[in-house]
């Protein structure tokens, strides 16, 4: 059956371009669809830290109203801003096939951090990358490096590294890759290097509970072996607080049936240390992957991690 949709969105670049891949996705499927542009809290909130202002959540609570007011039918999402535990009344009716889920060093001088030049600052306005970059400074002894916070959007972001406000900058591989930007990178983060946050690089797609007809036009977009990594980084943190905004870090990987996790917490304000877990499971659902992120974050808060 054909449906009518309405994609609400944000309108930065980035968030144009996986609406945009929906869109696409679904009229290949004769579905007739248009894009509701917004501007969100997050987007409109430049001068402050994230963690400090409400956390990721900002970026989606207004395309929930739009929502929930019946202006759109679904919302889009890097499923790394999207909250751990939905609303009442909304439900994550899909998960698409991952994007590299790497972080990338972008930086026009320093081909990785250790060519840093001595006093260098580096920009970033994740906690967890503030937290694995402290400890990888740490293991380096570079104690002279700074690391400040970085706002905007992606274009946002290049623009105050090429201005020179940073000598180098840490951002989601699968945002660069997808906006064509690849050529960007000057070093991508291996997971041991730099283990990737909860969902970074998949796309989850928003909707009403209760539109049955919805879930069915959006199952043939779903990846279920990304559904179930996700479904597991997402339960480490919601075990763990919840908050997009945590020092966290949480990234799995299927191989067959075996779901492999692993997950890092540091203190943004303590030593330069990380406290680590992991774990793996025969999983053959959700329930399954949930259950093994919830026995990874206790051993998370077992080791330390607050």
């Not at 970033?124 to 002279?144: E, F, G, H, I, Y």
């Not at 041991?192 to 199952?219: C, K, N, Y």
């Amino acid at each position: 059956m054909s449906l009518q949709i309405t994609i609400a969105t944000r309108e930065s670049r980035l968030a144009l371009w996986q609406a945009e891949h929906v869109k696409a996705l679904l009229e290949a499927r004769d579905h007739a669809v248009t894009l509701l542009g917004m501007t969100t809290r997050g987007d409109q909130i430049l001068d402050r830290t994230l963690s400090k202002v409400g956390g990721k959540g900002l970026f989606v609570k207004e395309l929930e109203t739009a929502l929930e007011e019946g202006r759109a039918d679904i919302a889009v999402h890097s499923l790394k801003d999207v909250p751990m535990d939905l609303p009442e009344g909304f439900a994550l009716a899909c998960v698409m096939a991952r994007e590299d889920p790497r972080d990338a060093w972008v930086s026009p001088g320093c081909a990785t951090p250790a060519d840093l030049p001595p006093g260098a600052v580096i920009g970033t306005s994740s906690l967890r990358r503030t937290v694995l970059l402290r400890a990888m400074l740490s293991k380096m002894q570079r104690d002279d490096v700074r690391i400040e916070p970085l706002r905007g959007n992606l274009d946002t972001r290049l623009r105050k590294l090429d201005e020179g406000q940073y000598a180098a900058i840490v951002l989601a591989a699968a945002g660069l890759k997808r906006l064509r930007l690849a050529d960007r990178i000057r070093h991508i983060f291996s997971s041991d290097e730099m283990l990737p946050a909860a969902g970074q690089g998949a796309l989850g797609i928003e909707t009403i509970a209760a539109r049955a007809d919805l879930a069915g036009a959006l199952a043939p977009l779903a990846d279920q072996s990304t559904w179930l990594a996700v479904a597991a980084e997402r339960a480490v943190s919601r075990a763990m607080g919840g908050s997009c905004s945590m020092p966290l870090a949480a990234h799995a990987t299927l191989e067959g049936k075996r779901l492999h996790l692993r997950a890092a917490w540091g203190d943004p304000e303590g030593a330069p240390r990380l406290v680590t877990a992991e774990g793996a499971a025969d999983v053959h659902g959700v329930d399954a992957a949930v259950a093994l992120g919830e026995r990874v974050a206790a051993d998370l808060r077992a080791a330390g991690a607050r």
